[in-house]
């Protein structure tokens, strides 16, 4: 069998490198060019396909890659981040993992392409050649299967009601493991980021103000090894920066990407092509967007959103098997539970006021009760020094003692939550917050005052702490809101069905 393949892999290379030729590849092609280094990898053996699962093989229907597509060649590596990687989270834990040969697009699904198969185009940027975004994982789920219906092959997925079923031996198009994605950025990397050095605004696109480790460094940049950069505050072209050692563009920045697994602790036995947690409430996307600082752009860096929900900075990548896999995966779906209809709590926990603006502005047109999260020991007023002590408290993942208390939290189904994004995620208070209730059942709305990163990750690590709840649609202010405040809040507060 092993013998056979490498027949097959060799045959291949030398099918794409006849026909580079004859198209002029090598000149000023980037597609194909970075194909023919893709497989050049493989002959080399960069990573053998003896590692993958003994029952799956190559087929001669999967022998050749989709057009813009590269051939991933199996192998075992370590998935997730050491101790020792700066700003890792308890989520990360390395265990090792083996995954089989599959097919991985170069590009991020652009919005030409969704519009095409779907219909329409979602996104809050816009351009033919920038990824889609605002799609949730359910739409995610949906193009892939339209999109392989379209080109004649069987679809991955059976979609009914929120249950959806993976048909692992379908040829179809697909969102790659969570493992297979980490696989497929690191390129045979162990560092961070696949560039392996830390990633400057010059090689992705990201909140480029904020590289790698500047968090404890903000205030003596000489000790960075990547300097502050270029914020864009977009979407750019798919094909923008250079690929990674595999030939994949934008695996760090511009969007994150959908998988298919549910968000949980990993299972740290070793394992060959793991699909994730058998159920759960949110699922995982990878790789950060325009708005994330350096640090969860990371390998290891794990983000999640509930399924039916979209994001400006989410969007797509596709794989297709490149090997026949038998069996099935079912996912149960997440139930959207509804609790906007009881007693509202407007929870908030304030810095400088702009948070506490909007609380009260959203006081004001609700009616709802207004509770304010403080500390036994209150956090710095002078900026500066706020900003240690936050960034302090979030490597620490500390959980700061409160003074305040909700004594009948039982009596709310609804919590609007609000917080200034702090290092792009939450202030550490709104984790003892969170920690401190059971909100089972309950619905939170976020609503976050920024300065230019709209929500960062905030979302991402209050899903994580409340697995159990269900989240409404979030608002992003920047600063105070200025003068629109009152409208965007309305605008808002309607969305979720607070008011009419």
């Not at 649609?473 to 605008?491: I, T």
């Amino acid at each position: 069998m092993n013998g056979y393949r490498t027949f097959l892999k060799i045959s291949t290379f030398l099918m794409v490198m006849i026909m580079a030729f004859m198209l002029g590849a090598c000149g000023n092609n980037p597609q194909e060019r970075d194909m023919i280094e893709t497989e050049d990898r493989t002959v080399e053996g960069e990573a053998s396909s003896s590692e993958t699962n003994e029952d799956t093989q190559i087929t001669e229907e999967t022998a050749i890659p989709p057009e813009n597509f590269v051939l991933i060649t199996g192998g075992t590596f370590e998935m997730g981040s050491p101790d020792t990687e700066a700003w890792r989270l308890d989520d990360e834990v390395q265990h090792t993992v083996t995954v089989s040969d599959f097919y991985m697009s170069i590009y991020e699904v652009t919005q030409a392409e969704y519009a095409e198969i779907i219909g329409n185009n979602p996104s809050s940027f816009s351009g033919d050649d920038l990824p889609v975004e605002m799609v949730s994982w359910m739409d995610a789920v949906r193009y892939c299967n339209a999109r392989s219906e379209k080109e004649g092959l069987t679809p991955a997925y059976t979609v009914e009601g929120d249950a959806v079923t993976w048909n692992r031996s379908a040829n179809g198009y697909r969102l790659p493991t969570e493992a297979e994605w980490e696989y497929a950025c690191r390129a045979g990397t162990e560092t961070p980021f696949n560039t392996e050095t830390s990633i400057s605004a010059e090689e992705s696109n990201y909140y480029g103000h904020y590289p790698y480790e500047i968090e404890d460094n903000y205030f003596s940049q000489g000790n960075l090894t990547t300097k502050p950069g270029e914020y864009r505050q977009t979407t750019v072209a798919v094909s923008s920066f250079s690929p990674n050692r595999w030939g994949l563009y934008n695996m760090h920045g511009n969007v994150g990407e959908w998988v298919w697994d549910y968000y949980g602790a990993y299972d740290t036995r070793e394992q060959t092509d793991p699909t994730g947690a058998e159920t759960g409430t949110l699922r995982v996307y990878r790789g950060g967007g325009w708005n994330d600082f350096a640090k969860n752009m990371r390998s290891a860096y794990r983000a999640a959103l509930a399924e039916n929900k979209g994001s400006f900075n989410i969007g797509i990548r596709l794989v297709r098997n490149a090997v026949s896999v038998n069996g099935s995966v079912v996912s149960a779906g997440s139930q959207e539970m509804d609790g906007t209809n009881g007693k509202i709590l407007i929870a908030f926990f304030s810095w400088g006021g702009n948070t506490r603006g909007i609380a009260e502005e959203i006081q004001k047109q609700t009616g709802a009760d207004l509770f304010e999260i403080e500390l036994v020991n209150p956090y710095s007023s002078n900026y500066n020094t706020v900003l240690d002590e936050a960034q302090r408290d979030q490597n620490a993942q500390a959980r700061p003692e409160l003074a305040t208390h909700v004594e009948n939290m039982e009596d709310y189904d609804t919590i609007i939550l609000g917080y200034p994004n702090w290092w792009a995620s939450i202030p550490m208070p709104i984790a003892s917050f969170l920690e401190e209730y059971d909100f089972a059942g309950k619905t939170i709305i976020p609503f976050c005052s920024h300065g230019g990163g709209r929500f960062g990750q905030s979302l991402t690590a209050i899903g994580k702490l409340v697995p159990d709840a269900s989240m409404g649609e979030a608002l992003s202010v920047h600063y105070s809101g200025g003068s629109s405040l009152s409208e965007d809040v309305a605008a808002w507060l309607k969305e979720n069905g607070i008011i009419q």
